[in-house]
Every structure is written in structure tokens, then in C-alpha cells.
């Protein structure tokens, strides 16, 4: 698989952990994932998320875009043996609240076609959010990494077009 990015995403539906799997990134992330996405979900709410160039390597995902409810990830690849996963740490919300628990980090699988991001978050019923280790937590990925169950239901993004305002 081609390294994508992203994103992010994050937050969507899956479980938070507090080990990280990567520390320093290190794998250039994919530009065509930054931008503004949006997706309906079930009710037919409509949510948006904005990912913008923290480095080569790193991105930052707002996710819901809400000035109430939004939150800020770090994102980076988690690596070569998992190209299409990215790690998502939190680092804040919109609103200035404080993170109150050391569970800050989702993993998500990404796939981007064109004009459409999907996203399936790491499957809390396939690895317990109670690994409190990155060594723990990389070989629990790694021993599920075939079970099309690892990663959680998908959320399709679309490209926003984006607004010329001159």
C-alpha cells in the first residue's frame, strides 16, 4: 500500500490508548490529505475536518471543526510495517478545556481515492485500551494484523471544494 496519511482522524470511533506506538516521526506524510473534508453520519449530521502541514512529517487535524466540540490531533504514520495507519495523539480542544486523562492516542486506518478519505479507527473489542505499553500495544496490533476486524467501522470523507474568496 502507498503511505497515505492520515488523519486522522481520529477521534471518530475508536478506542484511546496511552502509549504511543511512535515517538519522532519519521515517514513523509501523503499532501493530498491536507485540506478540508467533510462527512454525513447516520442521523445526517454533517461534520468537517481540516488537516494542515505541522511538517513533513507531521500534520495537525481539527476534527469536528466546531468551536465547541472541536479537537486538535497531532498526526503522523505509525510506520513501515503498518503504511496506512497513522497515529493520532490529542492535543486540545476548541474550547481551551484541558485533556484530563493520560488516554490521548487512536490509531486509524486510511485510505485515500481521489476525492474521498476513509477512515477506520483501531477496534477496541480487538485490542484492549487497558495496554498501558507501546511494546504491549505494538504486538497486540501485530498479532491481530490480519483480522479484518482490527480496525472499526470506515467513515468516508469527501474533499471540500475549496472557497476563492477574491
Same mark, same amino acid.
Given at each position: 500500500?502507498?503511505?497515505?496519511?492520515?488523519?486522522?482522524v481520529l477521534a471518530l470511533s475508536g478506542c484511546v490508548y496511552e502509549? *504511543?506506538?511512535?515517538?519522532? *516521526? #519519521?515517514?513523509?506524510?501523503?499532501?493530498?490529505?491536507? +485540506? @478540508?473534508?467533510?462527512?454525513?453520519?447516520?442521523d445526517g449530521r454533517v461534520e468537517q475536518m481540516t488537516v494542515v502541514r505541522l511538517t513533513d512529517r507531521e500534520y495537525v487535524v481539527e476534527y469536528p471543526v466546531d468551536r465547541t466540540n472541536g479537537m486538535f490531533f497531532s498526526a503522523m504514520l505509525v510506520g513501515?510495517?503498518? *503504511?496506512?495507519?497513522?497515529?493520532?495523539?490529542?492535543? +486540545?480542544?476548541?474550547? +481551551? =478545556?484541558?485533556?484530563? @486523562?493520560? =488516554?490521548?492516542?487512536?490509531?486509524a =486506518?486510511?485510505?485515500?481515492?481521489? #476525492?474521498?478519505?476513509?477512515?477506520r479507527c483501531l477496534n477496541e473489542l480487538e485490542v484492549s485500551d487497558d495496554i498501558k505499553t507501546t511494546a504491549e500495544l505494538s504486538a497486540a496490533i501485530e498479532a491481530?494484523?490480519?483480522? #479484518?476486524?482490527?480496525?472499526?467501522? #470506515?467513515i468516508r470523507f469527501q474533499r471540500m471544494t475549496p472557497l476563492n474568496p477574491w
Open positions: 500500500m502507498k503511505k497515505f496519511l492520515l488523519l486522522a502509549a *504511543p506506538l511512535v515517538v519522532t *516521526p #519519521e515517514l513523509h506524510m501523503d499532501t493530498r490529505a491536507l +485540506g @478540508s473534508w467533510v462527512t454525513t453520519d447516520e513501515t510495517n503498518l *503504511p496506512d495507519v497513522a497515529q493520532l495523539r490529542l492535543l +486540545g480542544f476548541a474550547d +481551551g =478545556r484541558e485533556i484530563a @486523562s493520560p =488516554r490521548v492516542y487512536q490509531f =486506518r486510511f485510505k485515500l481515492t481521489g #476525492e474521498e478519505l476513509s477512515v491481530k494484523q490480519t483480522d #479484518e476486524n482490527l480496525f472499526g467501522k #470506515e
